[in-house]
């Protein structure tokens, strides 16, 4: 045996797959199926044993679904936040895209992500198209966030840039050109706290001046954040984004 299918009522479709030189069961989660690998020579009955045996380990590493019904994204802004309701739909909907509501408590803009009927939240196409809907509010939100404050950060400091711009990517958060004064914001900072967007904002801007992430540029960066450099850098490290990155 090198691989086997089996199906269990709570874990759902397990592939099992025979490792040779392995002494030991390992197991992890994939796109929401579980994947258990075990010693080469294992007959059927003992990896169904050792499956029921281990059956509630497996079960706490399960991913967790990063969305459900109740759940609730806030967007910081310098007047009242953003929310994001992810709410079940009690008639079909077409897809999973968000729509403009009005704030419960605030009386002001929202926005309302709707799981159709009889739609299980829990599947990861679903949590993607999800997140998808979350971070196109993002992207809408992200020019008139973000940068009107990094133009103010800018001026507080006294320094000139020529264009800001806002990105698209998922994985670089801010990106300086020194020699053409331009600096790109990835839209993912709303969904970060404002100081630590200020951070953000103060990093690039210490790249006008330090292109390397070299001593000086972290004295200079230190500086725009008020002596709160490394404190932000560790806060960033941990922060819990409430999107998949």
């Not at 997140?131 to 509010?137: E, G, R, S």
Request: proline share 8%; net charge positive; glycine share 6%.
């Amino acid at each position: 045996m090198s691989s086997l299918t089996l199906s269990h009522p709570s874990l759902g479709t397990i592939s099992v797959t025979e490792r040779r030189g392995s002494g030991k069961i390992s197991a992890r989660w994939v796109n929401g199926q579980l994947r258990v690998n075990v010693p080469a020579g294992m007959s059927r009955n003992s990896i169904l044993r050792a499956v029921g045996r281990y059956a509630a380990d497996f079960e706490r590493i399960r991913p967790r679904p990063r969305y459900e019904p109740g759940t609730v994204v806030t967007i910081a802004t310098q007047d009242s936040p953003v929310r994001i309701f992810i709410l079940n739909s009690r008639a079909p909907v077409a897809d999973l895209t968000a729509t403009v509501t009005t704030d419960p408590e605030t009386g002001t803009q929202a926005f309302a992500i709707h799981i159709p009927p009889h739609t299980d939240h829990t599947l990861p196409d679903i949590q993607r198209r999800i997140d998808t809907a979350v971070k196109a509010v993002g992207r809408r939100l992200a020019p008139a966030i973000l940068l009107p404050r990094a133009r103010a950060i800018a001026a507080s400091l006294g320094l000139q840039v020529d264009s800001w711009e806002i990105a698209h990517g998922r994985t670089v958060l801010g990106t300086c050109y020194p020699r053409l004064r331009r600096i790109r914001l990835s839209y993912l900072n709303v969904f970060l706290t404002p100081e630590l967007r200020d951070y953000i904002i103060c990093h690039e801007l210490a790249h006008l001046t330090e292109p390397g992430h070299t001593p000086a540029f972290h004295a200079l960066c230190d500086r725009y954040c008020l002596g709160r450099e490394r404190e932000l850098i560790r806060r960033l490290h941990t922060y819990p984004w409430p999107i998949e990155r």
